[in-house]
């Protein structure tokens, strides 16, 4: 079955949910292209790196070392094992930076995520919005008032202001304006009242 192109749509047709979900698909394949030798790379040996096999390997290698250069004559790293340790810090440097590039990578497209789920329910909030006017415009229509049975709809009818909501949420979130600041006028009032 050959596969849909999402170029072949013809204009102003709306997307199905179908589209949208190979939409989301041939986004992440562009993402996954886009990536340079050495981000492929760092994924590969992070993954190596998390894995059982990895673990086990390392822990049977440094049996077998400290084994041969104790109990065997043939000590080419006697205790304390300098040469281990100095192949072990340099493993541990190379696979420390291949993980924080990995890591990077993965908040990068954690970021664009975000970001999309951000206008896409952005752009719901207005259809929602949109379509509660409608609602209300019909109801009045027909000489029913929704705003007297619903007291939050005319607080939902407003145009939600981006910026205005951020700034509530970094000022609730931030750690310095945990105090109440309303009951600071309150406060002063009393104690000019408990002065005189």
Same mark, same amino acid.
């Given at each position: 079955?050959?596969?849909?192109?999402?170029?072949? %749509? &013809?204009?102003?047709?709306? #997307?199905?949910?179908?589209?949208?979900?190979?939409? =989301?698909?041939? @986004? +992440?394949?562009?993402? /996954?292209?886009?990536?340079?030798?050495?981000?492929?790379?760092?994924?590969?040996?992070?993954?190596?790196?998390?894995?059982?096999?990895?673990?086990?390997?390392?822990?049977?290698?440094?049996?077998?070392?400290?084994?041969?250069?104790?109990? %065997? &004559?043939?000590?080419?790293? #006697?205790?304390?094992?300098?040469?281990?340790?100095? =192949?072990?810090? @340099? +493993?541990?440097?190379? /696979?420390?930076?291949?993980?924080?590039?990995?890591?990077?990578?993965?908040?990068?497209?954690?970021?664009?995520?975000?970001?999309?789920?951000?206008?896409?329910?952005?752009?719901?909030?207005?259809?929602?919005?949109?379509?509660?006017?409608?609602?209300?415009?019909?109801?009045?229509?027909?000489?029913?008032?929704?705003?007297?049975?619903?007291?939050? @709809? +005319?607080?939902?009818?407003?145009?939600?202001?981006?910026?205005?909501?951020?700034?509530?949420?970094?000022?609730?979130?931030?750690?310095?304006?945990?105090?109440?600041?309303?009951?600071?006028?309150?406060?002063?009032?009393?104690?000019?009242?408990?002065?005189?």
């Amino acid at each position: 079955m050959p596969r849909p192109d999402r170029h072949s %749509t &013809p204009a102003g047709t709306p #997307p199905t949910s179908v589209g949208n979900i190979q939409e =989301v698909a041939e @986004l +992440e394949l562009e993402a /996954l292209k886009a990536r340079t030798l050495l981000e492929r790379w760092t994924v590969v040996v992070a993954a190596a790196a998390s894995s059982t096999a990895f673990t086990v390997g390392h822990i049977v290698w440094f049996v077998l070392w400290m084994v041969a250069n104790t109990l %065997t &004559p043939w000590r080419f790293d #006697p205790y304390p094992f300098s040469f281990l340790t100095l =192949v072990v810090s @340099l +493993e541990a440097i190379v /696979l420390t930076g291949f993980i924080l590039r990995d890591q990077a990578y993965m908040a990068l497209v954690s970021d664009r995520r975000a970001h999309l789920d951000l206008q896409v329910n952005l752009l719901a909030e207005q259809e929602l919005t949109a379509i509660m006017r409608m609602l209300c415009g019909l109801a009045a229509h027909v000489g029913y008032d929704a705003r007297a049975d619903n007291p939050q @709809l +005319e607080e939902l009818l407003k145009h939600t202001n981006v910026r205005e909501l951020a700034e509530r949420i970094k000022t609730e979130l931030d750690p310095a304006t945990d105090a109440p600041k309303d009951d600071a006028p309150e406060a002063a009032s009393r104690a000019g009242a408990h002065g005189h």
